[in-house]
């Protein structure tokens, strides 16, 4: 027996995330702050989740953002300005 699901309650509470950067800790920690500061509500998650917490800055993550406002973080930060000298 098939139950019928409506559109709108199938994956509506679940937001969707993209890949912006993948780079050592301390960069990625700054990148979060930086488009919070621009209204992105960024997230940053270990490579490697299991490994050991030990403080090392270079330990690799990745920055995530909703995928609405990908286009946007990737322009802030990653795209040349014509402005500058």
């Known amino acids: ?3 019928a699901v409506p559109f709108w309650s199938v994956g509506a509470f679940i937001p ?3 890949l912006l950067f993948t780079g050592p800790v301390v960069k990625t920690e700054l990148l979060v702050v930086m488009l919070e500061k621009h ?3 960024a997230t940053q998650e270990f ?3 299991d490994a050991p917490d ?3 800055l270079s330990r690799p ?3 995530l953002v ?5 286009g946007r973080a990737r322009q ?3 795209t040349e300005r014509e402005d500058e000298l």
């Not at 909703?66 to 990908?70: G, I, L, Q, S």
């Open 61 to 63: 993550a990745n920055v």
């Open 54 to 56: 030990d403080g090392d």
């Open 1 to 3: 027996m098939a139950f």
């Open 16 to 18: 969707r995330v993209k």
């Open 47 to 49: 490579v490697e989740p």
């Open 39 to 41: 209204g992105i509500a």
């Open 76 to 78: 802030l930060f990653f």
């Open 66 to 70: 909703p995928e609405v406002d990908f």
